[in-house]
């Protein structure tokens, strides 16, 4: 069965400590990795999609790295606004091509000034 | 452009209620799928629909049931509401592997 697991499922940093969060997956055939940041009451919000082992991706303070069994998302030196929930979600590759994603529990982050 | 808007924003039923949440998708995207969030976990896929019929379903009872109209907008319906049905209800649409995300609607069950 298609799997995701996050760890840690919280973390607190200081302003300028950086970490990374974890994704590990079990999937039937991996047809695209997604990460999304969701603040609280709001819908997640799209961060990056990463298809293959070795591939990586940036935006502004986030780093998301990709290998068979497993993601990271890096975060440098981060901000109070970094504070969200972070969401990885797997979409298998035999879903008939439809996008159906599976996600794990998440991580929230909150980042002390 | 208007992003996925879901209506309404928060909704409280009783037990054993019926209830209709509203989707409207991203301009452009054809498909919309329907998320169950509860608290402190991840969100569960429903079903999608595209060209107004239902092409994949995940693991909910019958009770769940939707539609899409010819202006790709769409409905989830869920009948004789438990207390378990209490959760923030997301709507996706896409056009092709990426799934933009409305705000949800938050439907308590009393």
């Known amino acids: 069965e298609d799997q995701v697991t996050q760890s840690p499922e919280a973390l607190r940093l200081q302003e300028g400590e950086s970490s990374s969060l974890n994704c590990s997956y079990t999937v039937s055939g991996l047809r695209g990795l997604f990460w999304y940041r969701q603040d609280p009451g709001k819908g997640p919000e799209f961060l990056f999609t990463?298809?293959?082992a070795g591939e990586e991706k940036e935006k502004e303070r986030l780093k998301a790295t990709l290998t068979k069994k497993e993601s990271f998302l890096h975060i440098t030196a981060p901000k109070p606004e970094d504070s969200a929930t972070y969401l990885c979600?797997?979409?298998?590759?035999?879903?008939?091509?439809?996008?159906?994603?599976?996600f794990g529990a998440g991580t929230r982050l909150a980042v002390h000034p | 452009d208007a992003g996925v808007t879901q209506s309404p924003t928060h909704l409280i039923k009783t037990r054993g209620q019926q209830v209709t949440l509203r989707c409207s998708p991203k301009?452009?995207?054809?498909?919309v799928s329907w998320y169950q969030q509860a608290l402190g976990q991840g969100p569960q896929f429903i079903f999608q629909y595209y060209e107004e019929e239902e092409r994949q379903r995940g693991n909910f009872p019958d009770r769940f049931s939707g539609h899409q109209f010819p202006n790709y907008s769409s409905e989830l319906n869920v009948n004789a509401l438990l207390l378990g049905d209490s959760a923030l209800y997301l709507c996706?649409?896409?056009?092709?592997?990426?799934?933009?995300f409305g705000s949800g609607t938050q439907l308590s069950v009393l």
């Open positions: 301009s452009g995207h054809d498909t």
């Open positions: 996706a649409s896409s056009r092709n592997e990426k799934l933009f």
């Open positions: 979600a797997v979409q298998a590759h035999f879903s008939g091509g439809y996008n159906k994603l599976i």
């Open positions: 990463l298809y293959s």
